[in-house]
């Protein structure tokens, strides 16, 4: 037989058996459907299912028989539950790390306590005062308050008021922020928020491009932002990038920041001093005025050596520099002047680093 009707024999064959069990399974699943499925009542399965059911059920609702090593639990002394505890809670805990806090006050007399026994909660959140069920609700976030809403009417009425939800969805914005800042771009809503947008800042000090232009003019906004991440200064206010203390902040994260300085901090010859101090990778970044400068290359291999890489042709053959930029790091001598590298003090300071 030819090649080519064999090939088609057998692609005959395969396409029957694909059908063959094709309809197979379709039998078998109308054969189950009219008996009602595995999950039909009376069929075997379910019988089944609802005995299993019945056995947990009377497993949990067994007593517990006491060990030989079992204690009677003590009752615990009487909860006096006020709001002035609540003071000292944090923004977003869950309503059971507040609850454990209410439930280290001193014991007194209150017409509000309910004597702990065994592995009873403290007290029940339904028999709360409704001030301090507010200011409960008012600490959660908005998966904390779909907890709390469900325990009670009286809860869910709590959960349900404007206030409450504005205030759990912002702190569940700040645990959000406080983990990816970046993800201050999902909500514009809250760019003029300070607590929020200084949340992400601190973790992530790029997130200042998604500030309001008036957080971007505020001092604290912006130093949270450059200490983590000193680029992020090319998105304050022109007010800002004038300030030194600033700067000095944003070039010690990242030496390019000095390039977002104003113009006339970058031509202030004892500020870039200070600088290369503070990060002597700047030096990359100043004008080869500076590059040309002893004292500001001298100020900066003290701090990094590796800097001698940016001084002018002339500085990387002055042998103090060198001897201060390999006694800082050795490797620095791979990029001083050729004739330097064979002077004997120079290669004993670099081995000695």
């Known amino acids: 037989m030819p ?4 090939r088609r024999r057998n692609s005959l064959k395969k396409r029957n058996s694909l059908k063959r ?31 299993e059911e019945a056995m947990r059920q009377a497993r949990l609702n067994q007593p517990r028989m006491m060990g ?24 977003g805990s869950s309503f059971h790390s507040v609850a454990s806090n209410l439930s280290n006050t001193s014991s007194g007399s209150s017409e509000f306590h309910t004597p702990r026994t065994g592995n009873e909660p403290y007290f029940d959140l ?10 409960i609700a008012s600490k959660m976030n908005m998966r904390d308050l779909g907890k709390f809403a469900f325990i009670s009417d009286k809860n869910l009425d709590i959960a349900k008021d404007p206030d409450i939800r504005e205030t759990a969805r912002r702190n569940t914005v700040i645990e959000i922020v406080s983990q990816n800042g970046m993800r201050l771009r999902d909500y514009p809503q809250y760019y003029n928020d300070k607590e929020i947008v200084l949340a992400a800042v601190r973790q992530n000090g790029m997130s200042l491009m998604y500030a309001d232009p008036v957080l971007k003019r505020d001092r604290r906004v912006v130093l949270a932002a450059v200490r983590n991440d000193g680029k992020s200064i ?27 300085a104003n113009h006339v901090l970058q031509g202030d010859r004892d500020f870039i001093i200070d600088v290369v101090s503070q990060n002597g990778w700047a030096l990359a970044h100043t004008s080869p ?18 800097a001698i890489y940016f ?6 053959a002055d042998k103090e520099i060198v001897l201060a930029a390999v006694r800082q790091n050795g490797n620095a001598i791979r990029y001083v002047d050729p004739e330097l590298r064979q002077d004997r003090e120079v290669i004993f300071a670099s081995l000695s680093n």
């Open 68 to 91: 030989p090593n079992d204690t009677q639990p003590q009752p615990q002394p009487q909860l006096e539950l006020t709001g002035s505890d609540l003071s000292n809670t944090s923004s």
């Open 126 to 135: 339904d028999q709360l005062p409704p001030e301090v069920a507010q200011q």
């Open 311 to 316: 001084a002018s042709h002339t500085l990387q």
């Open 234 to 260: 090319e998105y304050a206010s022109p007010e800002l990038v004038q300030d030194r203390e600033v700067i000095l902040a944003a070039v010690s994260t990242n030496s390019i920041a000095i390039r977002y």
């Open 3 to 6: 090649r080519k009707y064999s």
């Open 289 to 306: 005025a500076f590059k040309a400068d002893r004292e500001v290359v001298l100020a900066a291999v003290r701090q990094n050596g590796g």
């Open 21 to 51: 069990r094709n309809s197979l399974k379709k039998r078998s699943f109308r054969k189950r459907s009219l008996r009602g499925g595995a999950d039909a009542p009376g069929s075997i399965y379910y019988e089944r299912k609802q005995q």
